[in-house]
């Protein structure tokens, strides 16, 4: 039902700086959430930021100040650009897109997951 294409990605020295994209395609009427989490070797994915169809932004505390998450230019699409990069955020970094939806009468409220196929960071000099 939805796509997740993510681009971007790559090698880069500690201080450096990234940029990935995201781009969502398929059919759907809306997507309330899009943004990035990242899987370390050997742990476990965790979130690292989003922006709703509001507009509103969230990081997780090891990224603010350094990544800044915005709506792309083309339509349905986010881009992370990411300073200031350090070891630890060597990842696989993963686009992700929530869609909510009520259903009527039941007032049922029901969410639904969408996974890009993943981007490697690596940070290391």
């Known amino acids: 039902q939805v796509r997740l294409v993510e681009s971007g990605g790559g090698l880069v020295e500690p201080g450096g700086s990234l940029r990935l994209s995201c781009a969502a395609s398929?059919?759907?009427?809306?997507?309330?959430?899009m943004g990035w989490y990242r899987q370390a070797s050997g742990g476990q994915r965790e979130f690292v930021a989003s922006?709703?169809?509001?507009?509103?932004?969230n990081y997780t505390d090891s990224v603010k100040g350094r990544f800044t998450i915005s709506s792309g230019d083309r339509k349905n699409t986010v881009v992370l650009q990411m300073n200031s990069l350090e070891p630890e955020d060597t990842a696989v970094y993963y686009c992700?897109?929530?869609?909510?939806?009520?259903?009527?009468?039941?007032?049922?409220?029901?969410?639904?997951?969408?996974w890009g196929q993943g981007s490697q960071v690596t940070v290391s000099s």
């Open positions: 398929g059919a759907f009427s809306s997507l309330d959430v």
């Open positions: 922006i709703t169809s509001g507009g509103a932004l």
């Open positions: 992700h897109a929530l869609r909510r939806t009520i259903a009527i009468p039941t007032s049922t409220l029901r969410e639904y997951d969408y």
